[in-house]
């Protein structure tokens, strides 16, 4: 008996086929509509692509640029990520990475991930001062913090005003604490010699590192301070981007981008740069203190009131990496513009200038890697900024607030930033507020 086949008639087979196609297309808007209550449920989004690890952000109710995400999938992609990346609410695209990214990494790390503002952080100290031992008008305050605290920066020849030309004895004392080990960088390391660091310890810097008086929902003063590892930390962080992406070459390997270039754990390279990071982050620490030092000796100066100005004081870090636990493992945990938030932990979340900013505790949220946001986060480029606003706008959006309202600082105007109301609404699960501040002086470099 031979083989018997049956032929569904023409039109037969493509009704099938096409009850087969609807079922799936059905089946897949199903499929889409339950990720999405899944997505509205949970505190993050998951942005994930065919060859990238997950990437889970806490950022609903905030805009997210398609050139960010683009970005965090390419970092996404790298073979040595660590379970997932997590995103801040200030998430926004970035030179060598995202801004608002929280990277763990085995095995290898990427110097541009934690960028050339080694360190980079803020300060805050709350004093027994309340707002009415302020004086009415405080421009004298905001001239003495100017004074006290070289800031911003001489282009061209000169002396820079933003270091120091004879440093005072608090920074030679500090600097003798880093200098051996610098020397040790240098040796391996000689182009790094001849960079700004002892001359910028204690200095404030450029772009949006600022001063602040504040004072909180119970009118205490606060005084807040923003900066981080400067010259020296930029020479690192540029030295060894540049040794990664010829490690790159040498090896043959393709990166999604040229800033994904990493080194491998265990090489000379590596080892060097651990070394290194972990010196200008010291460095940054040490250059806070002693700028917070400065600023109180301005308010001591302006108010001959005597006051503790250490009732309550936090030092963090928001561009940074170092070795961590998560899920029994030790990882390398490199947070560009984001802030540890451990279980108790306390941290700072500046708003723009004009805006309210948070000193928070931490929630111990394990799927962030215990992170919070460093900040507001950026909605357009300082270029587009100057081009979008008037120092008209400067002054209608900082009132209230002792600062300078000119050309210069437009690129910081409050508008070129999220609201930051928005931000910690993202990430109530994250962190907890602990003081809400409001500035009323603010020095920028």
Request: charge should be neutral.
């Amino acid at each position: 008996m031979g083989s018997c086949e049956y032929h569904l008639p023409a039109n037969a087979w493509q009704a099938g086929f096409e009850r087969k196609m609807k079922m799936s297309v059905v089946e897949q808007i199903n499929q889409q509509a339950q990720f999405e209550q899944e997505q509205q449920q949970r505190a993050y989004q998951v942005l994930q692509n065919e060859k990238s690890m997950p990437i889970k952000m806490w950022t609903n109710g905030v805009l997210v640029d398609d050139n960010s995400k683009q970005q965090l999938l390419q970092t996404a992609q790298m073979p040595f990520i660590y379970k997932w990346m997590a995103v801040m609410p200030d998430v926004h695209f970035g030179l060598g990475a995202t801004i608002g990214s929280v990277i763990p990494t085995k095995g290898a790390i990427i110097p541009a991930a934690v960028g050339v503002d080694i360190g980079c952080g803020m300060m805050a100290t709350r004093t027994n001062l309340t707002a009415s031992d302020l004086p009415d008008n405080l421009h004298a305050l905001r001239t003495e913090l100017e004074r006290l605290i070289p800031h911003g920066m001489t282009k061209g020849r000169g002396r820079d005003r933003g270091s120091w030309e004879n440093p005072p004895e608090m920074v030679d004392q500090a600097w003798a604490d880093l200098v051996a080990d610098f020397e040790l960088i240098c040796a391996k390391h000689p182009r790094l010699k001849n960079t700004n660091n002892r001359k910028q310890l204690g200095t404030l810097g450029t772009g949006n590192h600022f001063v602040e008086i504040c004072l909180d929902e119970h009118d205490h003063v606060w005084i807040m301070l923003h900066s981080g590892s400067r010259g020296v930390g930029n020479a690192i962080g540029n030295h060894f981007i540049e040794l990664a992406r010829k490690d790159m070459q040498k090896h043959f390997i393709n990166l999604p981008n040229k800033d994904l270039a990493y080194l491998v754990d265990g090489t000379d390279h590596f080892d060097d740069y651990w070394f290194a990071v972990g010196w200008a982050q010291r460095f940054a620490m040490k250059n806070r203190e002693i700028m917070m030092q400065a600023a109180i000796k301005a308010l001591a100066i302006i108010i001959p009131k005597p006051f503790n100005a250490k009732l309550e004081a936090v030092n963090c870090h928001h561009n940074y990496v170092e070795k961590e636990e998560h899920y029994g493992e030790e990882v390398m945990v490199t947070r560009k513009g984001a802030v540890s938030a451990k279980l108790g932990q306390y941290g700072i979340i500046p708003g723009s200038m004009g805006a309210k900013s948070f000193i928070v505790r931490g929630l111990g949220k394990q799927e962030s890697f215990c992170s919070c946001s460093h900040g507001a986060g950026r909605v357009m480029s300082r270029a587009e900024a100057k081009r979008r606003f008037t120092v008209e706008d400067q002054v209608a959006q900082t009132q209230g607030v002792e600062c300078r309202k000119d050309a210069a600082v437009i690129d910081e105007i409050p508008s070129a930033y999220k609201p930051i109301e928005d931000v910690m609404k993202a990430q109530q699960d994250l962190v907890e507020v602990v003081y809400t501040l409001r500035q009323v002086v603010c020095v920028k470099g």
